[in-house]
């Protein structure tokens, strides 16, 4: 097969060559947090703290200026075209009202769209920095998948087999893909997540009117939270052996110290505290005291022969 330009599509080749040819793309763009994953670039411009709100939108105006001065000046040694496209940025800020208008940036010859919402590697992110937003657009796609499932007929028919082994192929893997921020979301967050898996999969077996503990029990389906206490059970394991977990303790630290300087346990010159300052979540911390509240016991009831004749004599429990 003659290749004249490009790789063969679906190897690994072409994308390892792509991330090692442009390894060295952090070293240009010094001022901002730069995320690189294959293609696709994400970099984060933090503001300046103990400044006045108004000063650190002009400073950030002006950061981002630099920014793509450095980024196109890369992309012309580099000889590689930028998607001008897909170049996009979003302002956010705890402040109530952002700068109106927003300023013009431009990359290159091109001006630079400003969004209120964007998807990188799957996960949609909001200039709130909130988790609803990513929650809503799974509770919607998993809603279009579970109707797609029970939609399925093999020769006319279906069973609750095929359709139980759907749901764990197209339906199933969105929630997990929430794992990761489970412990993060409120308590009612994940509740109402847990709800509706367990709804979805009553539409499945086709027993919707059940209440969720007794299905859970008669199928012995685990909940949402049972499986993403495995996730970080092994998540965790994986981590102490590696030198993202290093990095996640070393800003957990970080987070400690800013903590107590908010508080005013210590102090640093310069520096003045403002209401807008946001509390930096331990990441760690918080999905160790998660998995410690939920605990390694399985959350699956098992009701007894007469518990559910009882349950056969009251129909009302099913509702």
């Known amino acids: 097969m003659k290749i004249n330009r490009g790789g063969p599509q679906g190897s690994s080749v072409t994308p390892t060559l792509f991330i090692t040819y442009h390894s060295d793309m952090a070293d240009f763009l010094p001022g901002a947090m730069s995320f690189f994953f294959a293609d696709d670039l994400a970099a984060v411009l933090a503001g300046q703290i103990g400044i006045r709100f108004t000063d650190q939108c002009i400073d950030l105006e002006h950061r981002l200026h630099t920014f793509f001065e450095q980024l196109e000046f890369y992309a012309i040694l580099a000889v590689q075209p930028i ?36 998807k990188y590697l799957g996960y949609w992110l909001s200039t709130k920095l909130g988790w609803g937003h990513i929650i809503n657009k799974t509770k919607l796609i998993v809603r279009q998948r579970i109707a797609l499932v029970n939609s399925f007929r093999i020769s006319g028919k279906s069973s609750t087999h095929l359709r139980r082994t759907l749901f764990s ?51 012995n389906e685990k909940h949402l939270h049972d499986y993403c206490y495995a996730y970080w059970e092994k998540y965790l394991k994986a981590l102490g052996k590696s030198k993202d977990g290093y990095l996640l303790w070393e800003q957990s630290d970080l987070n400690d110290y800013r903590s107590k300087w908010q508080e005013g346990d210590s102090s640093i010159r310069c520096l003045r505290r403002s209401k807008r300052f946001v509390s930096h979540r331990n990441v760690l911390e918080q999905s160790i005291t998660w998995m410690a509240t939920h605990g390694t016991s399985d959350s699956v009831i098992h009701y007894s022969y ?14």
């Open 306 to 319: 007469d518990d559910f004749l009882c349950f056969t004599r009251f129909p009302d429990s099913f509702k």
């Open 169 to 219: 192929t197209f339906v199933l893997p969105y929630f997990t893909w929430l794992f990761g921020l489970f412990p993060l979301f409120t308590e009612l967050q994940r509740t109402s997540l847990n709800h509706l898996y367990f709804t979805l999969l009553k539409r499945a077996y086709r027993c919707q009117c059940w209440e969720d503990l007794i299905f859970s029990s008669m199928y």
């Open 83 to 118: 998607n001008y496209s897909k170049t996009q940025a979003m302002f956010s800020a705890r402040a109530v009202c952002y700068p109106n208008p927003l300023p013009q940036v431009y990359c290159g010859d091109h001006k630079v769209e400003w969004i209120t919402s964007f």
